[in-house]
């Protein structure tokens, strides 16, 4: 069964920095594409970050340059570091195994107050 836990979030003011972190288990973690998305409230999931097996990475044009993810295929976990965090990255967190997109964790909630 595949689990995905997801954990770091909190309350931060505009400009601060969080770093989430996803633990993943019942997967081959390392040959794994992941993903982080977010999901405010009123609005559709959106994808923010991927990270390829080879650690190649994209993001979303609205995090670009202040957002980071990364991996441990040791400890099989996903990173997602956010520094100049703004009001509108106020969402749930959700990790995700893009080789398994059916299964999504309980989400870490992230409020940016301004």
């Known amino acids: 069964q595949v689990q995905l836990v997801e954990s770091g979030g909190g309350l931060v003011q505009a400009g601060g920095s969080l770093r989430l972190s996803c633990a993943a288990s019942?997967?081959?973690?390392?040959?794994?594409?992941m993903a982080w998305y977010r999901q405010a409230p009123g609005k559709q999931r959106e994808l923010v970050a991927v990270?390829?097996?080879?650690?190649?990475?994209n993001y979303a044009d609205s995090v670009k340059g202040r957002f980071t993810i990364s991996r441990d295929n040791v400890k099989n976990t996903v990173y997602l570091q956010m520094n100049s965090l703004k009001p509108e990255d106020t969402a749930v967190y959700y990790c995700?195994?893009?080789?398994?997109?059916?299964?999504w964790g309980q989400g870490t909630q992230v409020t940016v107050s301004s």
């Open positions: 995700n195994a893009l080789n398994y997109k059916q299964f």
């Open positions: 990270i390829t097996r080879g650690s190649s990475t």
């Open positions: 019942g997967i081959i973690f390392s040959i794994n594409p």
